[in-house]
DNA sequence: AATGAATGAGAATTCATTCAT
DNA sequence: AATGAATGAATTCTCATTCAT
């Protein structure tokens, strides 16, 4: 295969983890390219600049996110189901690729402006539930933006802290039931 | 020297709004002069390097909040007050000086490592709080940095909601006792 | 086989073009190769390095333009009549192909060294009409080099100023008459 | 003197004989920087980038030459008299700085689009005087253009002669008269 | 204390050329 | 012959820091 499929691939999650770990701007393209064994000018094969690397890394993993929470919650029948599962499945996504989800969270304020309204988005999939639980009597009604973020704020906070502090030890899964619980009660279902 | 003090004031405050607004690395020495209207030297009279000034930004004004946190909370007497108090000082702080928070916020991984376990520490007086509410039994028995990082959660995903999609547009303060009850209902008080 | 010629040519032509248009170190070979509709290693089965291509393009257009307008004056029996022959020829030349002449007067500095006393050679073609009449008694006696500069200059800087200001609208070959008398009164015929 | 003006000085000089010499594109920075004894930084503290510094060249000495020969024919009385003031000036500027002259007969079609109506220009003040000399019946009526066309090329092509090929030896202001009388001719005048 | 010109190490990017297919 | 992914040396540019004034 001499199509660049692979070595793309290759920089990608080489990127994704350097940016992850260190931040976009103190990534060097020296860093990514000896990391992922391709020589520095081969990136711009595959990409503008380092900030359409970034950029395109952020756009696909958060809307590829956005859309396998979508299809989730479409599975289940009501409001504690639904979250539950999108729940699970996002702790279950943490713990099998941590850098992902730590890039998309680290690097959201610098590239939100690169989603449209049409793309798939973690966060309104959140708050869908949200809205529909209202209007079918699930939940109490309030401000479906407080309450989305509410619900959020609790998941990536308990990740954040992990993170951060090595207080919590536990694997994110395994708070999943714990964190659901926790939602549930914040939004008096 | 009463001049000197001046100066330092004014690059503080230039290089908090211009870090919290664009980041550390993204933001140069000479952008921070400019604003500041002094020269780029003269940042050097008042610390070593751009990575002090934003360490130093950093420290100062974390273990300020959380002097302040502590202290608020002392002054209450049972835990649903303490609560509730220090929800509406950081809801107040944050619609009185929404760059420095911003700023702790976005550079939270970057200087975490600056602090010692002595440091006053906002995230730490949300767990006493938590704690002496357990062990008063205000609280059921659960794990505290769990509980602590799902309260700190909901406050700060509300507040970056906000900022990011400009979706919740009501001051943070109009928010402070929805936001305690959101939280007391997470910890089953 | 005429496969190849066919890619060739159409390098050739396209070189030529965006050299004219952008300069030869200004045009990179993937512009040749897009605009060619050619892959970049293409260029190389033809041409060893962009500098052989461009020097190329030079001494076989600046030699087949010498070449023909030494046979044309040939066939001219005085000075007035040839060198209304070579004038009216060049003025055609350019109103056919301006991108080559362009060319030529654009890179002429740096593929001059290129060329061999032997060669086919414009300017010598005018400096050569020039000594002959001389000889002849058609011209008076002048420095022959001075002569065919002022010469060349006359129909060059009016080209150019066409080009570059827009001052000039009329096609050149309306013009070669006029410039044809201006040269001979210049040459004191 | 700390202030700049010397070093800035410097690297214009340097710039505009490398050049010169070799093409904008082929001057790098590192060349000029080299030859001018300073760091390559130092360059971008006087210039925003290497086509800055190469643009704001073209338009200054343009627009001081313009200046210079719109001065000079102000002081003459007689068309005659105006045309043979400007060529000896410009043949004594070329002999005095050969490089900036050069430099501005390589680069012009650059940066030619960098000058406003407004600015003093060669060319124009060619033009004016041989406009005036119509309106005042010391030249026949004739396209102002091509005639101010075909006296500057036959200046700048003897220029370019002795460049190129060195088969003009002598000193360009000794032609100067020749050039005029030359000229004259050509104008009918 | 303050200035701002100068530095130079390093970063991003470009692009002619090579080479496996 | 043709392709186009990959290379890596060269280039432009950035910017924290220094230092003479």
């Not at 929470?69 to 289940?76: D, H, V």
């Not at 966060?123 to 529909?132: A, K, N, S």
């Not at 919590?168 to 619980?181: H, N, W």
Request: charge should be positive.
């Amino acid at each position: 295969m001499r199509n660049g499929t692979k070595t793309k691939k290759r920089i990608d999650r080489t990127a994704l983890k350097l940016f992850a770990e260190k931040g976009v701007r103190e990534t060097t393209i020296r860093d990514i390219a000896t990391a992922a064994g391709v020589a520095e000018g081969t990136l711009y094969r595959h990409y503008a600049s380092k900030e359409e690397l970034a950029s395109d890394l952020f756009v696909e993993n958060f809307t590829a996110l956005g859309r396998e929470l979508a299809k989730i919650q479409e599975q289940e029948a009501n409001t504690r189901t639904k979250l539950l599962a999108i729940i699970r499945y996002f702790c279950a996504a943490y713990d099998k690729d941590a850098t992902m989800i730590n890039y998309l969270f680290i690097t959201r304020h610098g590239y939100m402006q690169k989603l449209t309204a049409r793309m798939p988005n973690p966060y309104l999939v959140f708050r869908r539930v949200i809205r529909d639980g209202m209007a079918r009597g699930d939940i109490p009604k309030q401000d479906p933006d407080v309450a989305a973020s509410m619900v959020l704020g609790i998941i990536l906070q308990v990740i954040d802290t992990r993170i951060l502090g090595r207080r919590i030890r536990q694997r994110i899964s395994d708070l999943a039931d714990t964190l659901t619980a926790a939602c549930l009660r914040v939004l008096n279902a």
